[in-house]
Each structure stands twice: as C-alpha cells, then as structure tokens.
C-alpha cells in the first residue's frame, strides 16, 4: 500500500511538472540571430493561419470563424437617453487569411508588436434597438455584417516574466489593438419597416466608415484587444520561454 502511495506521489509530481513543446508545425526563432523579426513574422503567420481548426491541449481556439465569447460586446445608452443599443454573438471571419505580418521583438523592453495585414476581415453580430429616433420608435432585434476592406490590425503586447516549477514563463500584461481599414462595408438587415429607410442607413454608415471605426476604438479599446490577449495567454501559460525562442534561456 505504501509503495502505491509512494508512486502515485511521484507521478503526481512528474505530471505537476511538465510543460509543452510548441505545438507540432510552429516555427521556433533564435533571438541572438539578426533576422529574429523575419523569423517571428514566418513563424506567427504560420501558427495562425494554423487555427483553422482548435488546439485544444494548448488552449488555443478555432479562428476561422472566431466565435467571439460572450463577454465581447456593448451596449450603449439607457431609458434616460431614450434609446438602448446593444451589439453582442460576434463572430469574426478571414482572421486566418492573413496577406502578410510584420513582427517586432524588443525583449529588452518586453513588447511585442504584431501587424496583420488582410484582404478583408468579416464582423458578423446580433443588434439590438429600443427607443425613438426622432419620433419613430423603433423595437428590434436584428442580425448585422460589417467588413472591413484591406485591413491592418496593429497588437502590441506587454509582457511579464515570471517562474513556476524552476522554468521560466511569459504572461501578456497588456495589450494595445489598432485596426485601420481603407473602407468598409455595412449591413444591418430589417432594422425598420421601411426598405428605403433600412437602405439609407446602411449607405449613411459606409460614408461615415472611419469615422464611425474611430469612435469604436476610442470608446471600446478593449472589446476586441482581450480575445486575442487570452488567446496568446493560453500558449503562453503552457510553454517555457526556452521551449518558445532559443537565445532566452
């Protein structure tokens, strides 16, 4: 009884102490190497565009369609306003279709900054609107899609150090996302009755395209930034430093 004891101790112990590779088909890069950058831009490209289907013992989610969680979304206004908006069930298309990524590693300052450029990105979501605009009242509940046409996503993650069982690991602190588009289209269907109304507003919205893009960063800077800090905290959180570039140990 107690050599089982004594064994199921050990490997206890052993299973409480390992820790994962990268994932099979991930490009590993050498920091002390002059083209570390070139190497990271290939090697991220090449795991995202991998994400077409979920990796599931890395924590890592299927992107292609991203299905958002249920935490991404907003809502805006209330009663004293007199009208509610909400926007939520997003669901992200083309985030693997990537055209090109431009990857930089300043390790001394713990950043890394990723630009993923796009032929175009899909943002399909539920919207909801109760309240008067103007004098119309309008109660409705609604699917929409908005795309954006030769997009940029500009992340910049913060990085923390830490230790656990004598390996060193990385944590993303914080995460900055810029999108930029050159334009974009959008659709909200059956918002009211009217057709001709329904289409007025949907022109009115893809006139206003960086205007109204600007006002989503500003308000929501983190709406879209967590998912994809999580996301990379799942690797991270699994992977050693040394398992994830050479030139760090």
Not at 231 to 240: D, S
């Amino acid at each position: 009884m107690k050599t089982n004891l004594a064994i199921f101790f050990v490997l206890s112990l052993i299973k409480d102490h390992q820790f994962l590779k990268l994932p099979s088909g991930f490009q590993k890069c050498d920091i002390r190497k002059p083209d570390c950058d070139r190497c990271l831009s290939k090697a991220i490209q090449g795991a995202i565009e991998q994400l077409k289907q979920p990796i599931d013992d890395y924590g890592l989610p299927q992107m292609e369609p991203f299905i958002a969680p249920k935490s991404v979304g907003c809502e805006l206004g209330n009663e004293a306003d007199g009208i509610r908006q909400k926007y939520y069930n997003y669901k992200i298309s083309g985030l693997t279709n990537i055209v090109k990524t431009d990857a930089k590693l300043d390790y001394s300052r713990r950043t890394l900054t990723l630009t993923l450029f796009y032929n175009n990105v899909t943002f399909d979501f539920d919207y909801q609107l109760v309240g008067r605009i103007i004098v119309l009242y309008v109660n409705t509940t609604t699917t929409a899609t908005s795309t954006m046409i030769k997009p940029t996503f500009k992340l910049k993650f913060t990085l923390g150090e830490y230790e656990k069982d004598n390996e060193k690991y990385l944590k993303v602190e914080d995460t900055v996302l810029r999108m930029d588009a050159k334009s974009g289209t959008v659709l909200f269907r059956n918002l009211f009755k009217n057709e001709r109304l329904n289409e007025d507003i949907n022109i009115a919205l893809e006139e206003s395209w960086e205007e109204n893009l600007e006002y989503w960063q500003q308000k929501f800077p983190k709406i879209f930034s967590d998912p994809f800090e999580n996301i990379f905290n799942n690797l991270l959180e699994r992977v050693p430093v040394k398992e994830l570039i050479d030139g760090l140990e």
